[in-house]
């Protein structure tokens, strides 16, 4: 099986694309229904996180005709102990934004279900704002004799409330396909620090910086620190998971060589962490942003290229494909114009604000001195009033160049204001760049490249350190 990202919703993927008894391990971190969004920070050239977010994913759901179209489906085609809890859900939870939630997780762990082997396994990621609800339809459609952990993970972040105690954990089902199969299992180690000598022989123990210690088998709570504001790892996307948390999941339950396929991949943690110990991996995500990331963490992390070590499946792949993605969402049509040129994403246009600025780019044009190239994107009609709207942005925020993105041909007036606007001359390469550039999505494909230094342009991402992939059988040691 080829390493795969897709775009798009996973139930479609799943039913489209991936087959039958397929897949060796399944890790689904999947939004909880927190009533959030997620805000997805990227940086600044000089390194420091953005002000600007941009909201990557809302985790609301709510009862609409879609969710009771998924729910008579599942009661239409469903096994007949899934139809019945989930009838009893909908009594007992009433039809709110719970049951849309159920009634979508539902619909994706039949799938699920259906593509994993005999031997393989799933880890549901989830927290205590649904973990009851979910843990039930888990034994309703995975079955109840192969639920194997409740896996608690235990992080330490700042806030405690003073009405409760602290919560500092999320909850990770293990089910087996089959629990009675030869179902893949590696137990591993960790270590287990002293709190006193009595009992163990000196040969027990072995001392690092943190005190003594004896390798103990891994139990049901795992506790690795979250991703902190600080952490190498950080990748400024919102719920990004420790390498270490998907590690110890990856190595227990598949071997090289296995298929692992994270359905909600978000930043394609479970991604990294699978192609760094060797294994075969499929990620889904429903946000281009997520896509993006993940295509730039694999490059960074391991060198990977898409179409060349891995396929990407689901962005649009010409004019057609670009047109379709624009009409059926604009800011996903925007996002994903934009990381065709290498541009960041700016401003939470879903939240109102039009600053006439799509995203950014920086270049270095001197020692620690950066410049700002603002782009535009647009899906619909343009005018020649569109480049004359740009030129003032452009001085507004003293940028030196602006980038205009277009589905539609730009028309002969707006060719000509964008020429009257003359030449930025980089202080680096002593290259004239035009001040105003329109670039078709046509242009864009046929490899066309927006006019600037660019080997001296920033990436928009924080940089992830390099893995380097452990071997299977060493031991955990955090
Ligand atoms: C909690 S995040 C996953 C974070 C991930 N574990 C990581 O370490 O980065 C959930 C992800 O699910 C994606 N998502 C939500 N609904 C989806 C759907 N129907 N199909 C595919 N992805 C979806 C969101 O875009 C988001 O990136």
Known sequence: MEN??????????LRNHIADNSVDLIYLDPPFNSKADYNILFKEPTGEPSKAQITAFEDTWHWTIEAERTY??????????????????RQFVGL???????????????????????TGSIYLHCDPT??????ILMDTVFGKKNFRNEIIWHYKTGGVSKRWFGRKHDIIFFYARKGDSDYVFNLHKEKSYMMHKYGFKKSDFQEDD??????????????????????????GYPTQKPESLLERIVKASSKEGDAVLDPFCGCGTSIAVAQGLNRNWIGID????????????????????????YDVIGEPEDLAGAKELASQ????????????????????????????????IYFMDRKNEYKKVIVQVKSGKTQVGDIRDLCHVIDREDAVIGLFVTLENPTQPMIEEAAAKGFYKSNITKKDYPKIQILT??????????????????????????????????????
């Open 4 to 13: 795969t990202l897709y775009y798009g919703d996973n139930l479609e993927i």
């Open 72 to 89: 008579q489906e599942i009661i239409r085609t469903a096994p007949a102990s899934v139809v019945e809890m989930m009838r009893a859900f």
């Open 96 to 118: 709110n934004d719970v049951m849309a939630y159920l009634t979508m997780m539902c619909i994706r762990l039949i799938e699920l279900k259906r593509v994993l082997k005999d």
């Open 130 to 135: 649904a973990s009851h609800y979910l843990k």
């Open 210 to 235: 943190l005190g003594q210690y004896s390798m103990t088998y891994l139990k049901d709570v795992f506790i690795i620190p979250a991703i902190g504001s600080a952490d190498k790892q950080r990748l």
């Open 286 to 309: 429903i946000t281009h942003l997520a896509i993006n990331l993940i295509k730039w963490r694999l490059k960074n992390t391991f060198e990977l290229e898409p179409k060349r070590d």
């Open 329 to 360: 969402d604009r800011f996903q049509f925007q996002w994903w114009a934009l990381s065709m040129i290498d541009a960041r994403p700016y401003g939470d246009k879903k939240k109102g604000a039009d600053t006439g600025i799509d995203g950014f």
């Open 441 to 478: 999505i046509d242009n864009i494909f046929k490899g066309k490249k927006p006019g600037l230094p660019q080997q001296f342009c920033i990436s928009p991402y924080e940089k992830a350190e390099r893995v380097v992939p452990k071997k299977q059988n060493e031991m955990f040691d955090n």
